[in-house]
């Protein structure tokens, strides 16, 4: 039986010529090393002088000045909600809001802006799909869909123009709350509550503690009006992100205003998918495995890079393609993984399984000589 | 119960080497807690060596040999309940010439909210510093990190620290051009 899949150029064996498994290896390793790779930090990496002092032992506080440079970039190492909800850094979005809050001087701010625009640079917005722990975690309900044996449903252009729209009102309203509530604004106490107003309904608030050990810390916090409105409006996001996740693959990751910072970079960057119109069929098979619902990967007829803004540059069309050479991502016009039809073994799970009886069967109608 | 400490660290990079030795500077700064961590800044010290923490009871004061500095603490924004959001802090540093010098920020107990579990990181303040010279006009450049309120202190304001702006700016431009070009 013949399928259609992807090698990489150093064409191993097995399993490992898919992007698909070093996909997945890779938003493991990352899940773990964002969730509790602060744990690691602190023992690890940190001073025995700092750990006595700021970092109590156990803790998921990720310690400054161990890894600076991944702690700038989107989220970082430690989401502020990670570490009971006392982590001291966070994704680009957080550093951002609390950088206008407390009017942040612009030489604190700038090494992590130069962290974070360099690595978007240099590949774009892959860290949506083989890094972020969120979405790692919507892969799993999706992976959980799709054992259920339950379909999806892909976005139009239009909702996805919509839902663009949509991130880019979250952007722009956590900038514009965060600078609104800053301290030499305060008039009523209310205000304060609404510090870092996106992490406060972000999934990632009331997810990443539960899978990190800390337990339901920011599920119950309804102090203030303010504050209860927040959380019971986190409620919603997550229960968003997760139906989104199980009905319609990646919905969610057009509305990340985190995915919104790095899309920004994706189409300038060196790593470039490539197409190659003459090899292409238009069979298709790239937009209907495409989690992004994105079809121009098919209809693209004559210009070679692919690079969209809403790539996650997951692979998975250059796994599917059933022409060789026809997909080809790059990486400063070096190919590290091609399209390639290659005679396989069919997945286990799509093998027909045969009874003593149909085996049988099977024998018996097979041509004589045989 | 024990102080909640946060370690704080004053360095003078090369550039301050033209600094006289032994100056005197005031850092000026914001402090910034979550909620519960500290209800009032009456339990505020800064020492120059871990260790005791001298009585509460005793007024602070000029630097008597107690290793504590004597720190000014303005501006504060509170919570709705009452703990401490932001406070603004003023203390006298001596820097010897091409030395660093790590100071201890002590939170003490009487400070504290009610029920407030001690747990040094809940009270890692995120900080922006502005560090000047005591007679002088013009304010030296600083830098640091969130967290450990690492405060870096340079003679030279303006351009040194906005380096960073240079390789933004021509990734940006690449970036750019790359959009415009490579279709």
Known sequence: MTRPTATWGLRPLGVLRTPRFWRRLAQVVFFAFFVYGGWVSAVAFSSREARESVVPEGSLVWTQGSLPLLDAYPPSAVCRFTARGRAVSGCIVALLSESLTVAASARVVLPYLLVFVLLSFLVGRLWCGWVCPLSALGDFLNALRRWLGRGFFSVGAEWRRKLRGGAYGLFGGTVAVSWLIRPERYKATWQCWLFLPFCQVCPARLACPLVAGAGPTSWGAFTHPVQAFMTVASWAVLGLFAVTFVTARRLWCHLCPIGLATSWFNRGSPLELVKEPTRCNRCGACADACPMSLTHVRDEKEHAVLNSPECILCLRCVEVCPRDDCLTLKFARLPIVKSRFKVTRPPRRVRPRLTREKKEEVREDAPVGV | ?183
């Open chain 2, 1 to 183: 119960m024990g102080e909640a400490r946060t370690q704080l660290g004053i360095l003078i990079p090369e550039a301050a080497a033209s600094a006289p030795p032994e100056s005197q500077w005031l850092v000026e700064g914001t402090l910034s807690f979550v909620p519960g961590a500290l209800t009032s800044t009456t339990g505020f010290r800064i020492l120059e060596e871990p260790g005791e923490v001298p009585d509460p009871s005793v007024r602070r004061g000029a630097d008597s040999g107690s290793g504590e500095v004597p720190i000014q603490v303005t501006g504060e924004v509170a919570y709705p309940d009452g703990s401490l959001m932001f406070v603004d802090v003023c203390f006298p540093v001596t820097l010897a010439e091409a030395r660093s010098h790590r100071y201890w920020l002590v939170a003490a107990p009487e400070g504290r909210a009610r029920g407030y579990q001690p747990e040094p990181g809940a009270s890692l303040p995120v900080i922006t510093f502005v560090l000047r010279q005591e007679s002088g006009s013009a304010p030296p450049a600083i830098d640091m990190t969130v967290g450990q309120m690492m405060v870096r202190v340079d003679q030279h304001p303006g351009l040194y620290y906005y380096w960073y702006l240079v390789p933004l700016v021509g990734i940006l431009a690449v970036l750019v051009w790359r959009k415009v070009h490579l279709r």
